[in-house]
């Protein structure tokens, strides 16, 4: 046998020594689990409830193959009790079902992940040519190339159906090559849904049911298209200054971006199957162990397939995704290591993110740590904003009453303007506001309505700030005008409504002359 050189023994000597020493090495930091009770899922999030007010929650723990509870607490935006049946807005975890699907048409060969995705859907014709490269897979990982900047959807003219939102895209353009960058994109998922659509020959929705949700035991979700499909018992709420609102969800297409509705029931059932590697509740696979374990890889700044990779508070590994509208929020993660699985879904608006905040302290729960309580900032910010609203009232209305006196004063055409225009801010801001916004959350779209929802107190403070400044503006003009012309307003002394410069007689003065002086003449007339 041919002897090695001492250098290769001595390579392969420290390779097997490395090699040791990194399997001596765990591969994350781990956190101490123990077994949860009902009681204490519960203790969790009514201690939350109690401290911000949330009017509606539904939460489903489960570990491995057992549901460990499912349960609804308070009201819906209708006054009927939450249950573990209550249907709700799932919000963005739609996207893992979105791509959960797309998965199973790979798994069934009619679907290539790394194939272009107009060789499946030839109505995607962006006017970017690069389009044409865009792949499934870029699609369920947002490395796409669309953007909000180039593909907006919230603030672009409405659409209905998932044919109307593919057709809307004709104008986009990329933003970046696909495949080279990451950038959150709700109309990646909306093309997806439409690719199943279109391969499956189903409408989405019915593909769900039949392919995805049943097959689990999900029998209580489903998939719609608008805000406005949403049933009146779903209503959800906004937070202002602590008190729920309900009100109905502001206009917006979802359909496989956002629009799945689902109960705490379905969602153990959903989070069973994907720790089980894609089973349904008698053992069949519903989508392959392959197929699982794709959609959870991390791959494009730590998002997989419609989840994303991160980790909990003590290190551990998580599997999770949230999801936001304007009036619900939902949070799903998987604890890979322990075989827990959390969703929580909360009748109130993003701005909150109750739901999030509930799956933390439900993640600390299962790791051992006390959930942390949660504070109230956002109720002082709102009390301290509708402060400065009622203040703004009397403030305009002083402005109203001494318009005529500040159009009296004499100054310069420019200084008038100059001096006007600190009252058009206001209603600038507010026709403007998404905008703001959106360079506020670096070029996300969204509709003004949606601004509105989002931050309820400062838009109503902008709203009566414009009102004013509008009124005060508005007499202001008027009563200058008037008084260039020399006429003041109806019913108005002229020696009150515009008094003299320094030094000139005043228009009363001259005429008391004249009065003094007319009756000496004709005492001294012939």
């Known amino acids: 046998m041919r002897r090695r050189p001492a250098a290769a023994q001595t390579g392969a000597v420290l390779i097997r020594i490395l090699t040791a020493l990194a399997l001596a090495i765990p591969a994350a930091p781990t956190a101490p689990v123990r077994d949860i009770t009902p009681a204490a899922i519960d203790a969790v999030v009514r201690s939350y409830r109690e401290a911000t007010g949330v009017p509606g929650v539904a939460v489903a723990v489960t570990r491995g193959r057992t549901v460990l509870h499912t349960a609804g607490y308070g009201r819906t935006g209708h006054g009927a009790a939450v249950t573990d049946r209550t249907v709700m807005a799932v919000a963005s975890l739609s996207k893992s079902m979105t791509a959960l699907a797309v998965l199973q048409l790979a798994d069934a060969g009619r679907v290539a992940l790394d194939a272009p995705v107009r060789g499946y859907l030839p109505e995607f014709t962006p006017a970017d040519e690069r389009a044409g490269r865009v792949t499934v897979r870029q699609l369920l990982n947002h490395t796409s190339g669309l953007s909000d900047r180039t593909n907006p959807s919230f603030s672009a003219p409405a659409v209905r159906s998932l044919?109307?939102?593919?057709a809307a895209m004709r104008t986009a353009r990329l933003?970046?090559?696909?495949?080279?960058?990451?950038?959150?994109?709700?109309?990646?998922?909306?093309?997806?849904?439409?690719?199943?659509?279109?391969v499956s020959g189903r409408p989405f929705d019915a593909y769900l049911r039949e392919r995805l949700f049943r097959p689990l035991g999900m029998t209580d979700s489903r998939s719609i298209d608008t805000a406005d499909e949403l049933p009146p018992s779903s209503r959800g709420h906004l937070m202002v200054a602590g008190t729920p609102l309900a009100l109905p969800e502001p206009p917006a297409f979802g359909a496989g971006s956002g629009a799945v509705l689902s109960t705490a029931r379905d969602m153990a059932a959903w989070l069973i199957a994907h720790n089980d590697e894609g089973r349904g509740p008698d053992g069949t696979p519903v989508v392959s162990a392959a197929a699982i374990a794709e959609v959870h890889r991390?791959?494009?700044?730590?998002?997989?397939?419609?989840?994303?990779?991160?980790?909990?508070?003590?290190?551990?590994?998580?599997?999770?995704?949230?999801?936001?509208?304007?009036?619900?929020?939902?949070?799903?993660?998987l604890l890979p290591g322990t075989g827990y699985g959390v969703a929580v879904m909360a009748n109130t608006g993003t701005l909150h993110r109750d739901a999030q905040t509930i799956?933390?302290?439900?993640?600390?729960?299962?790791?051992?740590?006390t959930p942390a309580r949660p504070g109230t900032p956002l109720v002082w910010m709102d009390l301290t904003t509708l402060a400065l609203v009622l203040a703004a009232v009397p403030l305009g209305a002083r402005g109203i009453g001494r318009a005529?006196?500040?159009?009296?004063?004499?100054?310069?055409?420019?200084?008038?303007?100059a001096r006007l225009l600190p009252y058009l801010l206001p209603p600038a801001l507010l026709v403007e506001l998404h905008r703001l916004v959106?360079?506020?959350?670096?070029?996300?779209?969204?509709?003004?309505?949606?601004?509105?929802?989002?931050?309820?107190?400062?838009t109503l403070l902008l709203a009566v700030t414009s009102g004013a400044?509008?009124?005060?503006?508005?007499?202001?003009?008027?009563?200058?005008?008037?008084?260039?012309?020399?006429?003041?307003?109806?019913g108005v002394d002229p020696a009150r409504a515009y008094p003299p410069a320094d030094g000139a007689p005043s228009p009363a003065s001259e005429s008391g002359a004249?009065?003094?002086t007319v009756p000496s003449a004709v005492t001294d007339g012939p």
């Open 163 to 166: 044919r109307e939102a593919v």
């Open 175 to 198: 933003a970046a090559e696909p495949g080279s960058r990451f950038e959150y994109h709700n109309p990646n998922f909306q093309l997806a849904a439409r690719l199943v659509e279109v």
């Open 298 to 333: 991390s791959a494009a700044d730590g998002h997989g397939l419609g989840w994303q990779a991160d980790t909990s508070a003590s290190g551990t590994p998580l599997i999770e995704h949230d999801g936001d509208m304007m009036t619900f929020t939902a949070y799903q993660a």
């Open 359 to 369: 799956g933390a302290g439900l993640i600390d729960l299962i790791e051992g740590r």
């Open 404 to 417: 005529r006196r500040w159009a009296a004063r004499r100054r310069p055409a420019w200084q008038s303007v």
């Open 438 to 458: 959106s360079l506020l959350y670096r070029g996300r779209d969204i509709s003004w309505l949606q601004t509105a929802y989002l931050y309820p107190a400062f």
């Open 469 to 490: 400044g509008v009124a005060v503006v508005a007499c202001r003009v008027t009563f200058l005008l008037r008084a260039r012309r020399g006429r003041p307003g109806p």
């Open 514 to 516: 004249r009065a003094t």
